[in-house]
């Protein structure tokens, strides 16, 4: 694959990660009530560090406390 298809594809993967974590019927919060970490924390540079931004927001307003 070629750099630039790998940018062009990333909008359906992104969408394929959505559906499947949708799906899972809240997965995530079930293995973190098992114990729960003071603070989930996503880290990075650049754009790496504003692509975690999403995740701080939904898991912030689901209760579970997270930070960039």
């Known amino acids: 694959k ?4 790998e940018i062009f594809e990333q909008p359906d993967v992104l ?3 959505l559906d499947y974590y949708r799906d ?3 997965w995530l919060r079930r293995s973190l009530e098992r114990k729960l970490p003071a603070t989930i924390t996503f880290t990075g540079r ?3 560090l504003y692509a975690g931004l999403r ?3 939904y898991l ?3 209760g579970l406390p997270a930070r960039y």
């Open 2 to 5: 070629t750099f630039l298809a």
């Open 15 to 17: 969408r394929r990660c």
């Open 60 to 62: 912030n307003a689901h």
């Open 46 to 48: 650049g754009a790496s």
């Open 55 to 57: 995740a701080v927001c």
């Open 24 to 26: 899972q019927g809240g």
